[in-house]
Structure formats: structure tokens, C-alpha cells
């Protein structure tokens, strides 16, 4: 989970206990620390390339203010216990800018401290105007955030799976199964390393017929005629086209220029889940109806994170793109559930569903919260956690 809330908490209590306070340039190499040893298991100082990734993805935002961004529990002799990371993201309810705050991860040294995790949590509270999101919650999380008044979209929790060669899937699993129980090992020799990745290799190499055997015998629908196609979609396209594709909902992410193009440079960093790659998709008059945007990995996964769409047109754009990342090479793809796909991805052969992670809004204002309940909310993807390199990255 994540983040943050007021800078009223640090004055709330006693500096002899320890205060809640808003994140320093100078706290950048502790907060790094924490998160490797909280979910990293390791004590390893932590290198030049983490830090300067915190300190972009926590300070430098556009939107950046001490009361929108992470908060951190120093205790009495200076050190940093725990820490709620926050990414702020302005939103726009109803016509009303608001400044909202991504939470992200919720870290806490618990064999030295406990009072500062709860102090945090605390500081969540949302308060008049405020307005805080999180796709990424843990079950622990879950419970902290209802406890102080969050509202659940049980939907999102879910990610769906579409699988093209199932086969490949299945050793793909096996594969990475296989590479984490060597990282888990602790060191390996080179040559059990090789070994292993010529298993990983092997696998794939045998699945490619296996696949086309079932290809074969379970021939998918034929492309129709004049149907959406997809094409090449340039940065300043999607930044000009984005905000007219969620324009629809009561609630969604500003996206002006400069804060979501500072979101797509910090998602191109995440190259661990391949290639970051945008498409539109567009009629037979080749006007832009949707657009989607994922990480590209030909034979592995696509991990999906926005299916934009004018309204009505999620089915004709659902099966645009799940054609495209068939045609090129990918074994299945990933993405976030949301109310306004479920007609399309319900038309899909080979797909489930499975639990991802928790999904809040937290606020006070009673329309935000209505356009919860009826799904009139956008959140997710570049308006969300799953971009980030702390989810998959520093190992």
C-alpha cells in the first residue's frame, strides 16, 4: 500500500516519541535502505541507482508538495522506522481540480519500532478537500485503510489473464518459478546458471509446437472486414489524446501534458517488464477511438497498464489489441480489471481472472465516493502503482 497525509501530524505529537513529517531530500538514502531490507530481505547499502529513482519518483513530480507527497516517522534519535512512499497525481471531480496523492509502498521496521507504522496510518485520515488512491494494497493495508474510512473498488482488485499459446504460458510459469528458486538460493555457479537458463529455453523451445498444434485445433475468429486496426502511436499523440479518452468519467486522472509526460518517462524506466509501448486503435474512417499501452516482451508476457476508449468502443478496442499482442509473438497478456472493459473481456477465449492486489479511494467528499459506488472513477495503470520499479525491480 502507501502513503501519506497531513503535515499536521508532526506538530500532533511529542518529539521526544518520535514525529511524522514530510519526506527530505537528505532522508532519500535511509528511505532506499528500509525498502531493501523491508522487501528486499537484504542489508546491502543501497546503490546510486536506486536512490536517484526515489528521489525522482517522490520529489520531482510536477505536482510536488510537502502535503501530497511521503511522509516519514523519525524517531527521537533521528532514524527512519517507517515511511508511507506517495506519488502526488492531480485529479479532476465534477470540473474541481484536486490534488491526489498515489499511495504506494507502506514500510516499517517492526523489530525496532511499531508506534511509528500506526502514527502513519493515523495520518491517512483524509480531511475536508483531500482525495488519496491506491492500486497496489496488501491484505494488512486492506484493513488500515477501512479502518479510517476507505472505499473499496472490488473490481479493480482483480487482474485478468489472456492467454494466446497456452502452452508457452505454462513454461513460461515453470521457467520463472525455476529462476527464483536460484535467486532464493542464495549464489550459484555460472555453469548452474547456464543450466538453468537452457532449461528456461529449452521449455519455450518445445512449447512453440505444442501451441501451434492447439492453434490448429481451436482456430480463433476471423478478422472482419473494416475492423479496428492498430497502429503506431507517438508520446505527444497519447498526451494529446489520453485526457479526450477518460474525459467521460466524473472522476479521473488531470493529465495535463507536463505531469503525464513525466509519468510515461519514469514507465519507460521499467524495462524489467519489457519494452514500454503505446498503440491507438482506429476505425475505418481512422479516427482514434482508443489507445492502449503496455510492456512489449514477444514470447513472454505483455503486461497491459491503460485500455483507453471512447465510450461503447471497449469491446471493438479489447479485441484490436489482444489481436495485436497475438500477432506479435507474446504468450499471453495481463492487465487491471475496470467496470467499463467487462463486456469486452468477457468475450475472450482463454481468459480468467484472479485476485491482484486491493484498490481504495479515500476522501471525504460525498460525490467522489457516489462515483465510486456507480464506477464513474478512473484510476489505474499510468494512474496508478503498477508502472513502478519498486513493485519489480532492485533486486
Not at 536460484?182 to 505444442?210: E, T
Not at 489489441?321 to 495481463?334: C, P
Amino acid at each position: 500500500m502507501s502513503q501519506l497525509e497531513p503535515q499536521a501530524f508532526a506538530a500532533a505529537r511529542p518529539l521526544h516519541k518520535g514525529a511524522v513529517r514530510p519526506m527530505r531530500p537528505a532522508d532519500i538514502a535511509a528511505v532506499a535502505q528500509l525498502f531493501l531490507k523491508i522487501f528486499r530481505k537484504t542489508d546491502k547499502p543501497p546503490d546510486a541507482d536506486l536512490q536517484d529513482y526515489l528521489r525522482t519518483l517522490l520529489l520531482a513530480s510536477p505536482s510536488y508538495t510537502e502535503a501530497t507527497g511521503t511522509q516519514v516517522y523519525e524517531q527521537q534519535d533521528g532514524f527512519i522506522r517507517s515511511a508511507l512512499l506517495a506519488v502526488p497525481m492531480r485529479f479532476t471531480a465534477y470540473g474541481d481540480i484536486l490534488p491526489g496523492r498515489l499511495l504506494g509502498v507502506f514500510m516499517t521496521d517492526g523489530q525496532k519500532e511499531a508506534a511509528g507504522a500506526a502514527q502513519l496510518v493515523l495520518a491517512l485520515r483524509p480531511r475536508r478537500t483531500d482525495f488519496a488512491f491506491c492500486d497496489s494494497a496488501s491484505p494488512t493495508s486492506c484493513n488500515h485503510l477501512l479502518a479510517i474510512g476507505g472505499k473499496p473498488i472490488p473490481l479493480q482488485n482483480l487482474e485478468w489473464a489472456r492467454s494466446f499459446r497456452p502452452v508457452g504460458v505454462l513454461a513460461a510459469r515453470f521457467g520463472e518459478r525455476l529462476l527464483r528458486g536460484k535467486a532464493s538460493g542464495g549464489k550459484a555457479s555460472g555453469s548452474k546458471g547456464k543450466i538453468l537458463g537452457g532449461m528456461v529455453s529449452g521449455l519455450s523451445a518445445l512449447a512453440r509446437p505444442l501451441d501451434g498444434v492447439l492453434r490448429r485445433l481451436l482456430p480463433g475468429e476471423a478478422e472482419q472486414a473494416g475492423a479496428a486496426r492498430v497502429v503506431e502511436m507517438p508520446i505527444p499523440s497519447f498526451l494529446m489524446q489520453a485526457p479526450r479518452l477518460v474525459a467521460h468519467y466524473a472522476v479521473r486522472p488531470l493529465w495535463t501534458e507536463e505531469e503525464l509526460s513525466w509519468v510515461v518517462s519514469l514507465a519507460a524506466q521499467n524495462t524489467r517488464l519489457g519494452a514500454f509501448t503505446i498503440r491507438s486503435v482506429i476505425d475505418r474512417t481512422d479516427a482514434i477511438i482508443g489507445c492502449f499501452v503496455y510492456y512489449a516482451a514477444p514470447g513472454r508476457t505483455a503486461h497491459v497498464l491503460n485500455v483507453l476508449s471512447l465510450p461503447g468502443q471497449e469491446p471493438t478496442v479489447l479485441n484490436a489489441m489482444f489481436r495485436h499482442l497475438d500477432d506479435t509473438g507474446h504468450v499471453e497478456a495481463r492487465g487491471r480489471a475496470q467496470s467499463a472493459l467487462m463486456v469486452g473481456l468477457s468475450l475472450q477465449r482463454w481468459l480468467v481472472f484472479r485476485h491482484r492486489a486491493f484498490t481504495f479511494a479515500l476522501t471525504k467528499l460525498p460525490e467522489i465516493n457516489d462515483a465510486v459506488m456507480r464506477g464513474d472513477i478512473y484510476i489505474g495503470g499510468l494512474a496508478g502503482e503498477d508502472w513502478s520499479r519498486l513493485l519489480s525491480d532492485f533486486d
